[in-house]
């Protein structure tokens, strides 16, 4: 890949825009989060410069050790992977969001240690859209039970919805996942207690990022589309899956 972080990241701004009016949206309708997983700090940096200051990453050492490097830049860290219940600690040493959470002894043990920090945290929802079994993520049928139990964990800002996209090359099967997720938040803003404030829909990598924001996501997570191709192969990240190299 070619061109300096900046470029490419003006590169998918503008086919984010692109995108988004084909779809009637707004052009600023969905935002972008950089995900730095892999990419070390001085790349990271190059970012920050070019205006960029929502990140993402995947696993909680990472994350933690990069903000300690970034530490007093106008960053917002995500939290986008798999969470442990013995990392909570850890990763709210850096995050000020986390978009995995996928199950209530999760919620319950975030809560808790925010009560004690005094302080709250944005959350969006994981949904299993693919129904691959190797995903982690809520069945969709079961997100409206789990919706219902989150009230009682106060210091949870729940925003939305995350989802991974089938890892295929087949626009349709991407855009399905993509369009339940959005009936979910839909039918979930008119029926859960959280109601109105269900807005968010994180869904589009590097590869699928312009569909999904067609199928209206507010926030779509990209890293090697800006980065570059990753020297860890994404069974690292996701067992026993595979997915389509990034569109160039
Ligand atoms: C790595 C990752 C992304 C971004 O993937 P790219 O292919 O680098 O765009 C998005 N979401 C999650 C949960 C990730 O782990």
Redesign the pocket.
């Known amino acids: 890949m070619t061109g300096s972080v900046a470029d490419r990241l003006d590169d998918v701004r503008k086919r984010m825009r692109d995108a988004a009016l084909r779809a009637g949206r707004s052009p600023d309708a969905a935002s972008l989060?950089l995900?730095t997983?892999t990419v070390g700090a001085a790349r990271v940096q190059q970012a920050l410069d070019a205006g960029q200051h929502s990140l993402?990453e995947?696993k909680v050492q990472e994350g933690r050790a990069k903000a300690r490097e970034l530490a007093g830049q106008p960053v917002r860290w995500s939290m986008?992977?798999h969470l442990q219940t013995n990392k909570v600690r850890d990763v709210l040493e850096f995050a000020g969001e986390v978009?995995?959470l996928d199950r209530l002894r999760l919620a319950s043990a975030l809560d808790r240690r925010l009560q004690h920090l005094g302080r709250g945290l944005d959350i969006l929802v994981q949904v299993n859209t693919s129904g691959e079994p190797t995903k982690y993520g809520l069945a969709p049928e079961d997100v409206p039970a789990f919706l219902a139990e989150l009230p009682a964990f106060s210091s949870l800002r729940v925003r939305g919805f995350?989802t991974?996209a089938r890892f295929t090359s087949d626009q349709d099967e991407m855009r399905r996942c993509f369009r339940l997720l959005r009936a979910i938040r839909d039918r979930a803003r008119q029926d859960a207690p959280q109601g109105a404030a269900l807005e968010t829909l994180s869904m589009g990598?590097?590869?699928d990022?312009e569909i999904a924001i067609e199928e209206g996501a507010t926030v779509v997570?990209?890293?090697?589309?800006?980065?570059g191709a990753?020297p860890l192969p994404?069974t690292h990240?996701?067992p026993e899956t595979r997915?389509p190299a990034?569109r160039a």
């Open positions: 989060m995900v997983k993402g995947n986008i992977g978009q995995s995350m991974l990598m590097s590869g990022y997570r990209v890293g090697q589309a800006v980065f990753r994404d990240y996701w997915r990034p």
